[in-house]
């Protein structure tokens, strides 16, 4: 993985959970808890949940496992929405600190993409920009307004979309939703011009240390005891 980042490092996560397992997460919003800054607070907690699922080698094996990873991302999110939810002391009528937090998490070769808020997630491949989040925002609004975002409510459901990755891809984790998505040239030249004062780009490369898949790891073992046996 290549990462660069430009802004706030506070704002932003980077997190190796396993061999081929990476966590990448940018947040932004309004408010402290006990006397932080909240995105940093939800991001701080957000690799907490994280390290602890992943804590073990049963948990992480597990954590990396395509169909688990998006139980557990979504999980850990939810979780941190509680928690920030009681500690801002917040209700209905009366909403003291928000997040927007976007999060990717690279299992091998997939990307696994939850979101809440006006923070957004896209893909660069080759020629194309592909938005892999949608605003939670009332747009008609002279200034945005969030419909969804942790610590708002004591429960926040996420849904997860997920893509494939070839080498040379690129992930743009941003503050703020861009415009600019027609070409990646275009795409590109908004995100280095500092329109956007909080970006994330990572861009995928094949690891060397990918396991080998499970029906090759046991014919290896099936070679190794058939040489072991030769050699007696």
């Avoid at 496992?65 to 941190?80: I, P, T």
């Avoid at 993409?113 to 989040?133: I, K, R």
């Avoid at 500092?194 to 080998?212: F, N």
Wanted: overall charge positive.
């Amino acid at each position: 993985m290549d990462v660069a980042i430009r802004g706030d490092l506070a704002s932003c996560l980077t997190l190796r959970l396993a061999p081929s397992t990476w966590l990448f997460a940018v947040a932004r919003g309004f408010g402290s808890v006990d006397g932080v800054p909240i995105a940093r607070a939800a991001l701080v907690r957000f690799e907490s949940e994280c390290r602890r699922r992943a804590r073990g080698e049963a948990r992480r094996s597990r954590f990396a496992r395509h169909h688990v990873a998006a139980g557990s991302l979504c999980g850990a999110l939810a979780r941190v929405n509680g928690a920030l939810y009681l500690r801002t002391a917040g209700h209905d009528d009366y909403v003291p600190a928000a997040c927007s937090l976007s999060a990717a998490l690279v299992v091998r070769n997939r990307a696994y993409v939850a979101h809440a808020g006006s923070t957004a997630v896209y893909l660069v491949h080759g020629d194309s920009v592909v938005p892999l989040t949608s605003g939670d925002t009332f747009d008609d609004a002279q200034q945005p307004v969030l419909s969804r975002a942790l610590g708002i409510a004591p429960a926040l459901a996420f849904t997860v979309s997920s893509i494939a990755l070839e080498c040379g891809d690129v992930l743009a984790l941003c503050g703020h939703a861009l415009a600019e998505t027609l070409d990646s040239r275009r795409f590109v030249e908004a995100l280095e011009s500092g329109a956007e004062e909080q970006v994330m780009r990572v861009r995928y490369e094949p690891s060397d240390e990918l396991p080998l898949p499970r029906d090759a790891r046991l014919w290896r073992g099936v070679v190794e005891r058939l040489r072991t046996i030769f050699r007696c």
